[in-house]
């Protein structure tokens, strides 16, 4: 640990700044490599002359902050971590890099179930970092999910953050595509998630390098329109899901209805079309008759 002015810190990171990048992003440097949130720095600023500890020396934090600069490199996979709602998460590039607007699914969740439902089976399909699983399997502990994924390396991630974050047992981790690894669920589930890779052919050559250079295209790219995988998970819900079971899926901005068409030619009910924060039609619901 290496004692530290306030007013150093401040100086470093307005310096960092000028070069390029963005509060957020150092934020995060400064808080899972250096060891200073920005609560602490916020608290302590009313008194610069006041001391804080940093777990690694500014060179080293500057030597990230500049490879973030200058290979674009997202700064989640740099420091290894990002935050998802109230969770510390470990990324790698084989995981995507939770988005704050998925965040919502968490609430959607809550919205339908509330507190009546004591117990419950739930399966994520493509669980990437495990953000969804383990935050429902956190909230409810009653709740009994299955996360999967297509990469074992991934799963490895998803399985090492659930391990982290709590005590509880109540999250299992299956590798194999969407809902193959669910085969012995069949009928049985009270609730299917997905926040599956939805991004068109001609949008995903577009991307920005920042994500098309780092995050895994496998679970980004949805086909030439976007909707192979939806439409894939939509068609076969019916088998693994419980009489009444819920389906909530994420999508791209604007494929919200023609998810629900294929959610209706699929005999789903309940349809819902439901926005995101910057009022995006971002998920769409249903339940199976
Ligand atoms: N929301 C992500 C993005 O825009 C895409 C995630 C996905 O394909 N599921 O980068």
């Keep these: 640990m290496l004692s530290i002015s306030v007013k150093e810190i401040l100086f470093w990171k307005k310096t960092q700044l000028f070069k390029g990048g963005d509060h957020e992003s150092l934020a995060l440097l400064l808080d899972s490599v250096g060891g200073i949130s920005t609560s602490d720095l916020n608290s302590l600023s009313i008194n610069p002359e006041g001391n804080l500890y940093l777990k690694k020396n500014l060179e080293f934090l500057e030597n990230i902050w500049n490879e973030h600069l200058l290979n674009s490199s997202p700064i989640q996979y740099l420091c290894g971590i990002t935050?998802?709602?109230?969770?510390?998460?470990?990324?790698?590039?084989?995981?995507?890099?939770?988005?704050?607007?998925?965040?919502?699914?968490?609430?959607?969740?809550?919205?339908?179930?509330?507190?009546?439902?004591?117990?419950?089976?739930?399966?994520?399909?493509?669980?990437?970092?495990?953000?969804?699983?383990?935050?429902?399997?956190?909230?409810?502990?009653?709740?009994?999910?299955?996360?999967?994924?297509?990469?074992?390396?991934?799963?490895?991630?998803?399985?090492?953050?659930?391990?982290?974050?709590?005590?509880?047992?109540?999250?299992?981790?299956?590798?194999?595509?969407w809902w193959s690894p669910l085969e012995s669920f069949k009928g049985k589930l009270?609730?299917?998630?997905?926040?599956?890779?939805?991004?068109?052919?001609?949008?995903?050559?577009?991307?920005?390098?920042?994500?098309?250079?780092?995050?895994?295209?496998?679970?980004?790219?949805?086909?030439?329109?976007?909707?192979?995988?939806?439409?894939?998970?939509?068609?076969?819900?019916?088998?693994?899901?419980?009489?009444?079971?819920?389906?909530?899926?994420?999508?791209?901005?604007?494929?919200?209805?023609?998810?629900?068409?294929?959610?209706?030619?699929?005999k789903f009910t309940s349809i819902e079309i439901v926005k995101d924060l910057s009022g995006i039609g971002r998920f769409t619901i249903g339940r199976y008759k």
């Design 83 to 177: 935050f998802w709602r109230d969770l510390k998460l470990k990324v790698t590039e084989k995981v995507l890099i939770p988005r704050s607007e998925t965040e919502l699914i968490i609430d959607i969740v809550s919205k339908i179930f509330g507190n009546s439902v004591q117990k419950l089976l739930f399966a994520e399909l493509g669980t990437g970092s495990g953000a969804i699983s383990i935050s429902l399997a956190l909230a409810n502990p009653l709740w009994y999910g299955i996360a999967t994924d297509i990469d074992q390396d991934a799963l490895e991630i998803a399985r090492e953050n659930f391990i982290n974050s709590s005590q509880q047992s109540n999250l299992k981790f299956y590798c194999g595509n």
């Design 190 to 266: 009270d609730l299917a998630i997905s926040n599956p890779p939805y991004i068109p052919k001609d949008t995903y050559e577009k991307l920005p390098k920042e994500v098309k250079n780092f995050e895994p295209k496998v679970a980004l790219f949805g086909g030439e329109d976007g909707l192979k995988h939806i439409r894939e998970i939509i068609q076969k819900a019916p088998l693994f899901l419980k009489e009444k079971g819920w389906l909530i899926l994420e999508n791209h901005f604007d494929q919200g209805e023609k998810v629900k068409q294929l959610l209706i030619e699929n």
